[in-house]
């Protein structure tokens, strides 16, 4: 931790000793304390001092204050959340904290409250429903409760992170029913709902996010509307590059012209005469490849660096091939970078 941040820690657990405030006062300063730290951890050592501080408020919460303890409760949920790690142990002890919380927030706190924590669960559910340890239906209404009270009108920031949740959940579903098709209309529809509230100039981060993950959505449906859904998708990324410049936020920018990359490799380069083949939008895909792999080996990021090598050895072997097939419609060796939000 910096100095700073470690003073100001020592300073609010020795406030917290100090017998001149009560136990919820104290409780609720150190509450502050861990939501500072959250805020824009600088490692994740920070997130896991910010556990502690929660865990020692909850010691001090006195038993006359449920509604209290339950804030405190919630909130910790969010760090575990946001720790990185390997297993789903910080998600499992976030998903307890949540439940724990809700019974009390949904009689004593306020819609907001309740609101936020639905959103998060939906989060903790999602990922460990990734894991194989709790049901995608089940974080879907989640997202879908908390849209009770986080509307379009009230809530344009929160309706929008909402419907992007909840499009990402539609497509994490396994496509192999005849559901498919419509869970995946469903989660170009929650995109472009979502893009409905939120604009370039008020919610550039919303914005980007969700024209991302419309390009990814569409570059991946299953449709005989291929080509079409792929023009669309390069949209929906330069959109999304609007704000996520390489300047202001590389890995970001990296992230979405990877996907560009993938959705140029399946265009023909004349979409009103697709047998001439793409041998430009191959050159157009291996360079926005080679820049995407120059930012993430710069950011460490270096799985996502090797899998833009491979992309690139792949393009060079079909540039080098005398018979360019039409790849329209394939993904096979790409990678999708969609975005998770807390």
Known sequence: MAIGVEEQVNAALAAAEAETASPADRAEMLMEIAIGLQVKPRSPQELIVAVELYERALTLCPPEQPLLAARIRARKATALQALPEAG??????????????LPVIRTDGAPEELAEIEMNLGLVLQSLAGAGKARITDAISAYQRALRTFDRARFPKEYAILQNNLATAFLSIPFADERAKMREALAVQAFEEGLKVV???????????????LGNALQYASSSHAVENNVRALEAYDEALKVRTREAMPVAYANTIANKANCVWNLPDDPENQDAGNRQNLAIAARLYAEAREIFNAAGE???ARIMAE???QISRESLSVAHTNRTGSAN???REGDQVQ
């Open 88 to 101: 789903t142990d910080s998600l499992d002890k976030a998903r307890e904290a949540l439940d724990e919380a």
């Open 333 to 335: 060796g790409h990678r």
């Open 311 to 313: 992309a690139i050895d």
């Open 302 to 304: 270096q799985e996502k």
């Open 199 to 213: 604009n370039l100039i008020d919610h550039p981060a919303e914005y980007a996010m969700l024209q991302n993950n």
